[in-house]
């Protein structure tokens, strides 16, 4: 581990002055990511100054407006769990609890979330490949390298990776802007202008400098956040970073809508908005699929897949004409699955067993969640695990070990029963409404 000091911080104008004058300090909240970074030596701060003391930044609070301010050292668990949040803006509510587990989200700040740097493991991974975040100018490995979780939108030859945050995806759809307090005093940054698009200098993620200090996040009030939702399409159910995600936001009349806002994650180095399928989806009746799906396919139109994530355009609507095809993109018939297949033992592209991710991903987005779990392996490989469960759950003996297995229960750090009662109930509650839920799903194909 990397040898740093630690020191406290009581005075929010002392620990700015302290960031603006040493380059070798960073701050520290819940520490959820930095600690992260430090282990995989992507950051070495020498000095840690922590923040959590400085006054009246955790605060959760509805303004007068309908509008929502949320502390910067406000935990995500108290965010999701706040009543306001969850009856205004439940885009922001599912958001967060889509996000890690329930540990991390009761250690990280919502000023930090808005901040972690990317997952991308050419630059998480310590194993000297060229990657422009870490080593600026020693290039991009993922370019050209192994890419299924990076960039369909604004990515440059000098970074294709994408920004991790669930709950920035819900943020950059409700227009929210960023409070940051700086040596030049308190200025108030809209959220889409808050990360950066690689460019020329990947190593930064956003507009933050020396001594700029996250207070709050402000949420305006808006028609359209009541009836909002946040989907994540993933790899597993839990804790794990999306490759695609989608925030929708929708005001109606009756069933037609009357304005929308849209943002994709896990697509783009920032928050992704879709203008284009926005000012489509005007008037457009949520009763209509066909229309939903080809008003949201306007966004789409300047998708530039790389090339192992081209499923995250063809998941998406089809446009209406190809795509724009980046030069590190192959022709469909070559797309490589993301698992090794049960049959060969290995990731050949023209073998037809390889091709299940598309399909995986549109049963994750209906809802199918038994297929979208098992659709990834070989047909060979799904049928064995299917008869072994089934095997389990037709015990003479009327004992269900598959279902105390995947449980936990008897065993210890197993979840009790009540906890899925209560996470039942929070899902209950966080029911989306069918408006937000139909855009969401054209969106996700």
């Known amino acids: 581990m990397h040898p740093f000091a630690l020191s406290r911080a009581d005075d929010p104008t002392k620990a700015i002055a302290a960031h603006a004058q040493d380059p070798q300090l960073a701050f520290i909240a819940g520490g959820t990511d930095l600690i992260g970074l430090m282990k995989d030596r992507a950051q070495l701060p020498e000095r840690l100054l922590d923040i959590n003391g400085l006054p009246d930044m955790a605060r959760i609070e509805a303004l007068p407006d309908g509008g929502l301010r949320i502390g910067a050292l406000a935990r995500m668990s108290d965010v999701a769990a706040h009543p306001d949040v969850r009856r205004g803006f439940p ?84 227009d929210a802007t960023v409070v940051v307090r700086g040596p030049a005093g308190e200025r108030a940054i809209p959220f889409a202008d808050f990360h950066r698009l690689p460019g020329d200098t990947p190593e930064r993620d956003n507009v933050l400098g020396r001594g700029d200090l996250i207070v709050s996040i402000d949420v305006p009030a808006c028609a359209e956040g009541r009836a909002s939702h946040y989907l994540k399409i993933r790899d597993r159910q839990s804790y794990e970073f999306a490759l695609v995600s989608a925030a929708a936001a929708v005001a109606t009349d009756g069933r037609r809508i009357r304005s929308v806002r849209l943002a994709l994650g896990g697509v783009a180095h920032k928050p992704w908005r879709l203008h284009a399928a926005e000012a489509a989806l005007r008037e457009v ?38 795509p724009a095809r980046s030069p590190t993109m192959p022709s469909k018939s070559s797309w490589p699955s993301a698992l090794h297949c049960a049959r ?50 037709e015990r003479p003996d009327g004992v269900d070990r598959d279902f105390h297995r995947r449980k936990g229960a008897g065993r210890a750090g197993g979840v009790h029963p009540s906890k899925h009662a209560a996470h039942e109930s929070d899902a209950k509650a966080l029911e989306p409404p069918s408006s937000a839920r139909a855009v969401v799903s054209a969106a996700s194909g």
């Open 91 to 174: 885009v922001i509510a599912e958001g967060l609890l889509f996000a890690a587990s329930g540990q991390l989200r009761n250690m990280a700040s919502m000023g930090g979330n808005i901040m972690q740097r990317t997952r991308c493991a050419y630059f998480r991974d310590e194993d000297d490949r060229p990657c422009n975040k870490r080593r600026p100018g020693s290039g991009c490995a993922a370019l050209h390298g192994l890419n299924r979780n990076h960039a369909i939108f604004g990515w440059s030859d000098a970074c294709v990776a994408t920004n991790p945050s669930d709950v920035a995806v819900a943020l950059a759809a409700l």
């Open 285 to 322: 009746s949520l009763d209509d699929s066909h229309c939903l799906k080809g008003a949201i396919a306007t966004s789409f139109t300047e998708a530039r897949p790389l090339a192992h994530n081209a499923f995250k355009v063809w998941q998406s609507p089809r446009p209406s004409r190809t």
């Open 344 to 393: 060969c033992r290995q990731r050949e592209h023209a073998h037809e067993c390889h091709r299940t991710t598309d399909v995986t991903l549109r049963w994750a987005a209906q809802g199918d969640r038994r297929r979208a779990l098992h659709g990834g392996y070989s047909a060979r490989r799904r049928d064995a695990r299917r008869d072994r469960f089934q095997h389990h759950r």
